[in-house]
């Protein structure tokens, strides 16, 4: 069975400090992996790895893929305290036809002042 | 703008009552998805559809059912059938790229029960 599995499940920081997103998968047709942020409402898209592309980074974010040992990680860097959001891991796995997402539980940053 | 819409913003049922919660979008895209979100759960995806008139069911399928008779309209119906439907639901799109389909979000529907 496809699973997506990502840790920790809640994490509380401070401001400034340095984050590190764990997200380890197990999917029959692996096309590409995907990082959202989610604030309030819908999530929105931070970065999206593939085999032609397994380092991503954007500003104080970013993420890289290793399809050998089956994981990504999403960094963040000087943490504000916007950066609070839950993070989702989404991979897509292609069976032949247009991929569907199979999602983490998410994991849900804290960062204090 | 170019983006997914979903209403209503909140809705509340009674038991044994049929809702239908409306999401479209305006993206051109060929796919269309609806996904629950519970606390702790993650998204877990009932429905979607790779082009009109097609649906297939996600993971969680029991006591829904959708339709998709236009490409920019993919309405959920949630059943007297669905046993916990207070949920948070969101709907996606996107289009079809050989490397990878990001999915884009609407902003989400939240269905309470009383």
């Known amino acids: 069975e496809d699973k997506v599995v990502q840790s920790p499940l809640s994490l509380v920081v401070h401001e400034g400090d340095t984050v590190t997103l764990n997200c380890s998968y197990e999917v029959t047709n692996f096309r590409s992996l995907l990082w959202y942020k989610q604030e309030k409402k819908a999530p ?48 897509e796995d292609y069976g032949g036809s247009q991929g569907n997402l199979i999602f983490g539980k998410g994991t849900k940053l804290s960062v204090k002042p | 703008d170019g983006g997914i819409t979903q209403s209503p913003k909140y809705l509340f049922r009674k038991e044994g009552q049929n809702v239908t919660l409306s999401c479209e979008q305006n993206l051109n895209h060929d796919a269309m998805y609806w996904y629950r979100q519970d606390p702790g759960q993650g998204l877990r995806l009932i429905y979607y559809s790779q082009i009109v008139n097609d649906f297939q069911k996600g993971d969680i399928a029991e006591g829904y059912s959708v339709s998709r008779e236009k490409k920019e309209s993919f309405p959920l119906t949630v059943t007297s059938a669905q046993k916990n439907p207070t949920a948070f639901y969101l709907c996606a799109s996107s289009d079809w790229w050989e490397n990878g389909s990001e999915q884009f979000f609407g902003p989400g529907t939240r269905l309470t029960v009383l």
């Not at chain 1, 970013?62 to 963040?76: C, G, R, V, Y």
């Open chain 1, 44 to 91: 929105t898209f931070l970065f999206m790895l593939t085999s032609s592309g397994i380092e991503k980074k954007s500003g104080r974010l970013s993420s890289i893929l290793d399809k050998k040992e089956l994981f990504s990680i999403l960094n963040i860097t000087a943490t504000q305290t916007g950066d609070s959001a839950i993070y989702l891991c989404a991979v």
